[in-house]
């Protein structure tokens, strides 16, 4: 019996004197990382963060609904920026896709003014110049942002698409609507599907921009709390308090996204058929052969 081979048509296989140094570097960055964690654990309890009185914020109830309200309007205007963001995407998408020249650069023109404007000038400007409300000014910016980006996402998603399932659509007599929905997006999902959770955890964080224009954010509850002199402005606390949430809040995103993911391939009309195989055909009449 010959032995399996080591090699692979990419790299090697590492063997055991290559393991036990990769074993060793493993344990090397694990101690610096810990090494890291414990001195800045050090630095925090050195400079008092977490001594009790900067936590007691968070013992009373009315900071606990100050920082749920806060959490409540995050949410809010992040399901507001998002619905909007996703249905200005795919309008702006569809205008970029269009073979009507005058709508194209419409869209064109609008997609690359909006991608190339900061998101917190826009705010500023809906805010300020309009005189808009807190929260609608918030979620118009984030729309016309997070919207202009989505509609390059769909683009590049629907061109990903293989040019033969277009042509094999077209050549069915099927109209250019029924072969976009039909065949080209929903082969384009599974694409766009990656880079549309990353755009929505962007709008996610940007909500945060909203304690700049006094909008009763997650953030701009934290900052309250964080410049309250009586508790020696517990900013470290809060800190602590609130990105483990906003971390999770993405991480749920992530979550969310690979159950559609998975869902999506398990549907049957995305399933791959099988396809029995070949049987001799039935002689002809009158075929003396075999």
């Known amino acids: 019996m010959t032995a399996p081979s080591t090699t692979s048509a990419l790299y090697d296989v ?36 977490f001594a009790h009185r900067k936590w007691m914020p968070f013992e009373y109830k009315g900071i606990q609904e100050l ?3 806060g959490l409540a309007g995050t949410l809010k205007a ?4 998002a619905v909007l963001s996703l249905a200005l995407g795919g309008v702006l998408a569809a205008g970029r896709l269009s073979e009507h020249r005058p709508l194209r650069w419409t869209a064109t023109l609008v997609v690359e003014f ?6 917190l000038v826009m ?11 807190p929260l609608p000014a918030l979620v118009t910016g984030l729309t016309l942002y997070n919207g202009s980006v989505l509609a390059e996402v769909f683009r590049a998603g629907v061109n990903s ?45 940007d909500t945060s921009l909203g304690f700049l224009i006094t909008y ?10 964080a410049s309250n002199l009586d508790y ?5 606390p809060v800190v602590m308090v609130i990105s483990p949430i906003y971390i999770g809040m993405c991480m749920l995103l992530s979550w969310f996204a690979n159950w559609v993911a998975k869902r999506e391939r398990r549907s049957v009309k995305t399933r791959q058929v099988e396809v029995a195989a070949a049987e001799p055909a039935a002689p002809m009449p009158g075929d003396t052969r075999g």
Not at 123 to 133: E, G, S, T, W
Not at 232 to 236: K, T, V
Request: aromatic fraction near 10%; proline fraction near 5%; glycine fraction near 8%.
């Open 14 to 49: 590492p063997g055991p004197h290559t393991r036990r140094r990769h074993r060793m570097y493993a344990l090397a960055g694990t101690a610096v990382l810990l090494a890291l964690l414990g001195w800045i654990v050090y630095l925090l309890i050195h400079t008092g963060q």
């Open 67 to 69: 920082l749920l309200n």
């Open 161 to 205: 698409v293989d040019r033969g399932q277009r042509e094999a659509a077209y050549s069915l007599g099927l109209r250019k609507t029924q072969v976009m929905m039909s065949v080209l997006v929903p082969q384009g999902v599974r694409a766009m599907l990656p880079a549309i959770i990353s755009q929505l955890v962007v709008a996610l964080k």
């Open 114 to 119: 909006f991608r190339a404007m900061p998101v």
């Open 78 to 81: 992040f399901g507001m920026a």
């Open 232 to 236: 020696d402005l517990p900013f470290i």
């Open 216 to 225: 009763e954010e997650f953030l701009h509850a934290g900052k309250l709390i």
């Open 123 to 133: 705010i500023f400007f809906v805010f300020v110049a309009l005189r808009v409300q």
